[in-house]
């Protein structure tokens, strides 16, 4: 067997699977199972496997045992994982975000590439690097640590509810060299209210999240890589997808400075009901900026 065949024959098994661009995916996990670039498993393509890793009895050329054997048996696993609809960022291990790479796992949403209207959204708007800025809902760490590597921002604090999600991001920070200060809540509890009044709470100048706001009955609607392999604590909004925007509209204020702008992103149909959520709050200088398909994609407002 050669290692177009090999290719060929993981791609009709994805495709019969029902798995989109199966020929890109099965590419990208044989170069990782290989540890080869593009170029370099191009140039392997008419070679012939060692027959200990195809189960034959042709003679051995091109990649050699004992890692020939070993990257075979990545590879095969890694394509019956997608096959069953795993996404192929948590195969691999890691999604590229922002020109940046992300290590992600089943407790994180994959980084997509509308949330990068967000952070874009934010880096062009926000040109003082002296700002202190939060990231609730930070999942894989990615807005938050995009935000400290191009905007150079002096204070970066991401936080999520879920252990296993925050340490991810922790990883993130770590690989990528960002000081990113992590911290783990439900939202706004564990950081400091201050006083009655609100003073000595914890403030920050900017406030940015990509919160749960999938409507809970679509979820089931959804893709398979997202019902069955996103975590359903990173995509369900509640009943009408807006259970998150209600609260942190309703909290940022204590946790926001004089002035002080928040950013969300938001669903394609959801720019409507946000703002006047954030309206009823008393936000001013309401924005909503579209993403690169032109659907409303990034709800910003001023503080009330």
Known sequence: MKVRDLLKDAEARLKEAGVPNAAYDARVMLEEAYGKSPAELLAEMDRTLCPGATGGTEPAGGLQCPGDCGAMLTFRASVSQRARRVPLQQIVGHAGFMGLDFKVNRYVLV???????????????????????????????????????????????????DRDALSVAIRNASILGTDVRAVQSDLFEAFDKGTSDGKDAERFDVIVSNPPYIRSGVIETLDPEVRDHDPRIALDGGEDGLMFYRR??????????????????????????????????????????????GLDRVFSAVRP
């Open 111 to 161: 980084p997509r590439p509308d949330t990068e209207t967000l952070v874009e959204t934010i880096l062009a708007a926000e040109k003082d690097k002296e700002i202190k800025l939060l990231d609730l809902c930070t999942g894989s760490g990615c807005i938050a640590v995009s935000l400290k590597h191009y905007g150079g921002y002096a204070g970066v604090t991401m936080s999520d509810t």
């Open 248 to 293: 942190i509209l309703a909290e940022a204020p204590a946790h926001l400075t004089p002035g002080g702008r928040i950013y969300l992103e938001i669903g394609h149909d959801q720019a409507e009901d946000v703002s006047r959520i954030a309206e009823e709050q008393g936000y001013t200088k309401i924005k909503v900026q579209q993403d690169l398909a």
